[in-house]
């Protein structure tokens, strides 16, 4: 499957401070970052699984 965005990269050991105070946090964002991920992943899916059908039912 090909891609025109990649999945985000998980923040280093020392991108976070452990500290708790930092607000957004790097994981915060590299949390919102897979979401969006995940949801765009979803629906590329669908497409091409629509797509396919389309295509077989011809």
């Given at each position: 499957?090909?891609?025109?965005?990649?999945?985000?990269?998980a923040p280093a050991d020392d991108d976070c401070?452990?500290?708790g105070a930092c607000n957004p946090c790097?994981?915060?964002?590299?949390?919102?970052?897979l979401q969006k991920w995940r949801?765009?992943?979803?629906k590329?899916?669908?497409?091409?699984?629509e797509?396919?059908?389309?295509k077989n039912s011809k």
């Open positions: 499957m090909s891609n025109s965005h990649e999945k985000p990269m401070c452990g500290g790097v994981w915060d964002h590299y949390y919102a970052e949801i765009k992943e979803a590329i899916k669908e497409q091409q699984t797509a396919e059908a389309e």
